[in-house]
């Protein structure tokens, strides 16, 4: 009876269990061995006749000043990106939970359609938007004000780049704000409330430390979208001007287009390096504490 159980359960996992092995497994370590390699795209009929290299993919990653500016590029994604995102998706969950009682659900549906819209589509209107004679600067012309080039000035691209990831994921974070603050008892607040604790000492005491686990897998979420983000930089300025806009994972995809495979898959795995270390420390700094 044991083994038929156990039958029975692999073989609802075999299909699970093909499709990891086929499509993350086999990839990831084929990946890896790739990386130790100075495999080229001319390499392909004969990839077994590639040299083994080391570390030396990963020693030359870090002596490329362009790999270290997308470093530098992609922290500031998430620095700015993260704190960003999770302040416009608390602030908007708790309007829909505590200010706004009728029509909550068309607005929160409003509120998280960039979540499931077309990025392709959207970054067309934000690159039209934002173009010298866009939306934007005839906008600004209209009082008066001269608009920029915004995605050709090295210094303007990033914050609009940053704009976009902010619109396309403040839907996330709000709906995941909203479904921690509808657990916390209401009993709770009505308790202090009659102690005499106002709405900002109910915030700060009661709904952010109640708050805290939801807090760190939005943070950890959008932390390792910014860490990975792609689309964005991707389709409005394709790094630019100057790679001031190039993240690591447009780093990986550029080095792959030139047939650099080992050192794309060098610096896919410096990524995963990356998303690691800062899970891990997010981990440590917002854990529940009891």
């Known amino acids: 009876m044991r083994a038929r159980r156990t039958a029975v359960a692999w ?8 499709l990891f092995l086929l499509f993350t497994a086999v990839p990831t370590f084929s990946a890896l061995g790739f990386s130790l390699t100075d495999l080229r795209g001319t390499d392909l009929r004969h990839p077994f006749a590639v040299n083994f290299t080391g570390v030396q993919n990963y020693v030359r990653l870090f002596q490329d000043d362009s790999f270290l500016r997308d470093i530098l590029n992609t922290a500031v994604f998430v620095a700015v990106g993260v704190p960003l995102t999770m302040g416009v998706g608390f602030a908007l969950a708790l309007v829909l939970d505590s200010g706004v009682r009728r029509l909550r659900g068309a607005f929160r549906t409003v509120f998280f359609a960039p979540v499931v819209t077309n990025v392709v589509a959207v970054a067309l209107i934000w690159r039209y938007a934002f ?54 008892p209401r009993d709770v607040h009505e308790a202090a409330s009659l102690d005499g604790a106002g709405k900002r000492r109910r915030l700060w005491h009661i709904t952010l430390p109640m708050l805290m686990p939801t807090t ?16 964005e930089p991707y389709l409005l300025t394709d790094g630019g001007p100057l790679g001031s806009t190039e993240s690591v994972a447009l780093y990986t995809y550029h080095q792959f287009g030139v047939g650099e495979l080992g050192v794309s898959s060098a610096a896919s795995f410096v990524m995963l390096a990356l998303v ?10 917002l854990r529940p504490r009891s």
């Open 11 to 18: 073989l609802f996992l075999a299909p699970f269990t093909v």
């Open 131 to 184: 173009n010298e004679n866009g939306t934007v600067n005839k906008v600004l012309g209209a009082i008066g004000l001269a608009g920029p080039n915004w995605l050709d000035d090295q210094h303007l691209a990033m914050p609009v780049v940053i704009a976009l990831g902010v619109w396309r994921n403040f839907g996330t974070a709000m709906v995941l704000f909203l479904a921690g603050l509808q657990a916390i």
């Open 216 to 231: 760190l897998m939005v943070s950890v979420l959008l932390t390792v979208f910014y860490l990975q983000v792609f689309d």
């Open 276 to 285: 690691a270390l800062v899970s891990v420390v997010q981990f440590r700094l």
